[in-house]
């Protein structure tokens, strides 16, 4: 049995471990960086799955008055597949309506079809557009 809870910050060590094993880093992002920014943010939509003290999945949302957001959402390769990723985002997306969130999105690499098949079991849609980016502050 697992539990959901909100992170904390004696979480960054193992969460960033988890990514890791998770091959969901990129070296062009600071997985650091984006931990404590989002602790900082204290809306409790930053979480962790935890199993026998040891934290074993995690999802970072976020809701910015006109839509929610999902990233990093990981679960341990030796936890995958009994529901712990479903239940976080479940857990998320709860707390996202409490907040008065009226739609979620995640961004997806489109060469990642498994991942694309596990959101689409959660009712997500693909939505045809086109991501830009520009990045604020040189990390």
């Known amino acids: 049995m697992f539990i959901i809870r909100p992170t ?13 094993n998770c091959g969901i ?15 900082t943010q204290k809306d409790n939509l930053f979480l962790v799955a935890e199993k026998d003290n040891t934290v074993i999945g995690s999802i970072m949302g976020g ?6 957001w999902i990233h990093y959402l990981a679960v341990h390769p030796s936890h995958q597949r009994i ?3 479903t239940a976080l985002m479940q857990n998320i997306e709860r707390r996202l309506i409490a907040v008065g969130c009226p739609k979620v999105q995640l961004m997806v690499r489109a060469d990642n079809t498994s991942v694309i098949d596990f ?3 959660l009712d997500f849609e693909k939505i045809e557009s086109v991501s830009l980016g520009k990045r604020l502050i040189k990390d």
């Open 63 to 68: 809701y910015d008055g006109h839509r929610g």
């Open 119 to 121: 959101y689409e079991q």
């Open 8 to 20: 904390e910050d004696k979480d960054l060590d193992p969460i960033l471990e988890l990514w890791e």
């Open 83 to 85: 529901g712990i990723a």
């Open 25 to 39: 880093t990129r070296p062009w992002n600071h997985p650091e960086t984006d931990f404590f920014r989002k602790m």
